[in-house]
T-cell receptor, first 108, second 115 residues
Framework: TQLLEQSPQFLSIQEGENLTVYCNSS?????LQWYRQEPGEGPVLLVT?????EVKKLKRLTFQFGDARKDSSLHITAAQPGDTGLYLC????????FGKGTRLSVIA | DAGVIQSPRHEVTEMGQEVTLRCKPI?????LFWYRQTMMRGLELLIY????????DSGMPEDRFSAKMPNASFSTLKIQPSEPRDSAVYFC?????????????FGPGTRLTVL
């Protein structure tokens, strides 16, 4: 059983659509991080969420940390082909683990 | 800053051979992580160091795997002997802190193929 369950595993959408991906756990976290990984490269940090109920925005990306600090979501508005990649969540406390990710493909 | 540097970028070897992967973290970063990524298992933490000292190696799959960090600017991950199931992309990441929470800076990875 994965400590961090990400869903969906794969997502293919048209440019301009909105989408939400999820990172869920039965454990409580002091913080969660979201990374994006493009093919052939290492993951790059997008955001760190630390407070239950916190919402952070990064241009068209909106990140939310659940009130109980057990889950998080990433919403992308008006997706663009440049958003294509593997989106990973990472635990902020031990055990230090990544979810298996959501592989997003945005088609022009 | 050059970022995290890994070498080689690609390695193809035969089963039973020794493989050494190298990592140079970002200068000033005190923590270094080694990960392995496969489609089946995702990104798995193998071992991490703080100030050159191994803190948690519970992710190292077998005794065939070993990692060292002789100084703050260099780390190696060695597999001996290698097996086909070790084929994966191996990433090194160093940690920079802005306030309380760390940010992992990943290298470009080493793609290992064991035939």
């Amino acid at each position: 059983t994965q400590l961090l369950e990400q869903s969906p595993q794969f997502l293919s959408i048209q440019e301009g659509e909105n989408l939400t991906v999820y990172c869920n756990s039965s454990s409580v976290f002091s913080s969660l991080q979201w990374y994006r990984q493009e093919p052939g490269e290492g993951p790059v940090l997008l955001v760190t969420v630390v407070t239950g109920g916190e919402v952070k925005k990064l241009k068209r990306l909106t990140f939310q940390f659940g009130d109980a600090r057990k889950d998080s979501s990433l919403h992308i508005t008006a997706a663009q082909p440049g958003d294509t990649g593997l989106y990973l969540c990472f635990s902020g406390n031990t055990p230090l683990v990544f979810g298996k990710g959501t592989r997003l493909s945005v088609i022009a | 800053d050059a970022g995290v540097i890994q070498s080689p970028r690609h390695e193809v070897t035969e089963m039973g051979q020794e493989v050494t992967l190298r990592c140079k973290p970002i200068s000033g970063h005190n923590s270094l992580f080694w990960y392995r990524q496969t489609m089946m298992r995702g990104l798995e933490l193998l071992i991490y160091f703080n100030n050159n000292v191994p803190i948690d190696d519970s992710g190292m799959p077998e005794d065939r795997f070993s990692a060292k960090m002789p100084n703050a600017s260099f780390s190696t991950l060695k597999i001996q002997p290698s097996e086909p199931r070790d084929s994966a992309v191996y990433f090194c990441a160093s940690i920079g802190y802005s306030g309380t929470y760390g940010k992992q800076f990943f290298g470009p990875g080493t793609r290992l193929t064991v035939l």
